[in-house]
């Protein structure tokens, strides 16, 4: 299995607070994946990153921001969060991009409820 | 409307039958996946395809290019391979990432 780790697997808190969601990697991989998945939408990208400090917007990046100062850690912050961002959210990995397509590699998600 | 739908949403079968799950996409791909999730929520890839067949054990992947289609065959089916699965594509000249179907989930009943 690929080396992905998330933190925290499961989160209460309240509207309104800051949270930040980490995901870890020993697979030395350049490309780094965020997604929320919510009943009836399936699986969404946030944000992705190409390399350290190199992000960039999804399909649904509105209220997240992302950082990558190293290549093991990607960080996904909501600033304030908001009840319509409880969801899960997982991690990828891959190893490449462009017509080299490689397969992505998940972790086992964070389950995240805003009250 | 969806870039990637599944059909069927749920699948219930018996033990030993074929199994058949359906992807059509309307965008320009450069690669499609398959996943599978199970219910404690882990996804794994199962396929990544961007022409003709791949077959891995019980499990074979086809990709139509022109038509836009692929399918997910599961030979001799068993109750271990309940699952979501999910079909997602990496759009062509696009945003990295993958748009993913909303999954077929499949109950193998004994």
């Known amino acids: 299995d690929a080396g992905i780790t998330q933190s925290p697997r499961h989160k209460v808190t309240e509207t309104g607070t800051p949270v930040t969601l980490r995901c870890h990697q020993t697979?030395?991989?350049?490309?780094m994946y965020w997604y929320r998945q919510d009943p009836g939408h399936g699986l969404r990208l946030i944000h992705y990153?190409?390399?350290?400090?190199?992000?960039d917007k999804g399909e649904v990046s509105d209220g997240y921001s992302v950082s990558r100062s190293k290549t093991e850690d990607f960080l996904l912050t909501l600033e304030s969060a908001t009840s319509s961002q409880t969801s899960v959210y997982f991690c990828?990995?891959?190893?490449?991009?462009?017509?080299?397509?490689?397969?992505?590699?998940f972790g086992d998600g964070t389950r995240l409820s805003i009250l | 409307k969806n870039e990637v739908e599944q059909s069927p949403q749920n699948l219930t079968a018996q033990e030993g039958e074929f199994i058949t799950i359906n992807c059509s996409y309307s965008v320009g791909i450069s690669a499609l996946h398959w996943l599978q999730q199970h219910p404690g929520g882990g996804i794994v890839s199962l396929f990544m395809l961007s022409s003709g067949k791949k077959k891995h054990g019980r499990l074979i992947a086809t990709i139509n290019i022109q038509e836009k289609h692929s399918s997910l065959h599961i030979t001799a089916s068993h109750p271990r391979d309940s699952a979501v699965y999910i079909c997602a594509v990496r759009k062509r000249g696009g945003a990295d990432g993958l748009t993913f179907g909303k999954g077929t989930h499949l109950i193998i009943q004994p």
């Open positions: 697979e030395n991989h350049r490309y």
């Open positions: 990153s190409y390399g350290v400090k190199d992000t």
């Open positions: 990828a990995i891959s190893a490449s991009l462009g017509d080299s397509n490689q397969p992505q590699h």
